[in-house]
């Protein structure tokens, strides 16, 4: 059984790349691991961890599957649909492990389940392939393999936003980010291209300074 499970890390940031992780388990595969291995990794919800004890699991994780991770820029997320970046990220990385059956956090409510699974599903055969789709509330919590992918986003966007230097986590109710991105309105400068520039955060710190 060749199982991948998918998760994002940034979807609600004003600030670096949404990124979208991928965790690969081959039952049959060279190493012979199993699920259970995975389970065995303590992966979880990356948002229940603890930075160190996320980036701990992604090493134990190493020697159990194989991980992959997409990461959608700000200027794409800005030109783009953010939905449809991350269902097409969602399927690049289905079609290059090619996997029986794929767990995915949702990205949409529960309502709209059944239409996301139709798409994929439609795009999918059209690669000659048909894997068994679950997509559920939580999977990250619920599913080991959903959590590893959680991590090796997580992880990755972690590292990126250190590398901005003092700008607090990215998201838009972070008093260090929002001082952050008000610094440049106020002095009129131009926004760095880390940043979601069509978000609504901007718009409203814009307001506040000009007003």
Known sequence: ??????????????LGP?????????????????????VATGATDSKM???KRREAI??????????RLVAISPAQIDAGNINA???????????????????????VHPKGIAKLKARMAAILAKEGLDPELIVEPKADANYP????????????RDNQIDALGEVGS????????????????????PLPDCVRKRWGTIHNLRQQVLF
């Open 1 to 14: 059984m060749r199982v991948l499970g998918l998760d994002e890390a940034g979807r609600g940031c004003v």
């Open 18 to 38: 949404l990124v979208v992780g991928a965790y690969f388990c081959d039952d049959n595969g060279p190493s012979g691991q199993s699920m259970d291995a995975v």
């Open 49 to 51: 961890l603890s930075r």
């Open 58 to 67: 992604l090493l134990r994780l190493a020697d159990v599957g194989e991980s």
């Open 85 to 107: 970046l991350e269902e097409a990220a969602f399927i690049e990385h289905i079609v290059h492990f090619r996997p029986h059956r794929v767990y995915i956090d949702a990205p």
């Open 145 to 156: 393999i959903v959590g590893a992918a959680s991590i090796v986003a997580k992880v990755y």
């Open 170 to 189: 990215g998201y838009p109710s972070d008093p260090t980010t929002r001082a952050w991105l008000s610094g440049f309105l106020k002095r009129g400068d």
